[in-house]
């Protein structure tokens, strides 16, 4: 059973960046035909797609977030990365890892981590 996990500083500064790391454990993130995705839920708003990484490291960029966003991966923790640039309050919410088909039909999420940016 594939898990992810999330973690990330909590709270960051506006105008600073924000690095969040997606541990994935009972699976590989190089397995073929699988996607691994960034999303957020904003405050009292629906979901946000911010990226997503294919198997074979190809990646795709929501365009509203892309000029701020990274996505990386480290295939020997297993791992994930997002690192969004000069936050703003705006960019408070919750941030999931996600795995999706090949589809992009998401099958397993991560529980989240609250990223709030504020002085």
């Known amino acids: 059973q594939v898990r992810l996990q999330e973690s990330g500083p909590g709270l960051v500064k506006p105008s600073q960046s924000v690095s969040l790391t997606c541990t994935v454990s009972g699976g590989s993130i190089t397995t073929a035909y699988t996607y691994w995705a960034w999303i957020r839920q904003l405050p009292g708003k629906g979901f946000e797609w911010i990226a997503h990484m294919f198997a074979n490291g190809d990646t795709y960029y929501n365009p509203a977030l892309q000029s701020r966003t990274s996505i990386s991966r480290d295939t020997s923790k297993n791992e994930l990365a997002l690192r969004l640039s000069s936050v703003t309050p705006e960019d408070t919410a919750v941030y999931f890892c996600?795995?999706?088909?090949?589809?992009?039909?998401?099958?397993?999420w991560g529980q989240g981590t609250q990223v709030t940016a504020s002085s």
């Open positions: 996600a795995r999706t088909d090949n589809n992009l039909l998401i099958d397993t």
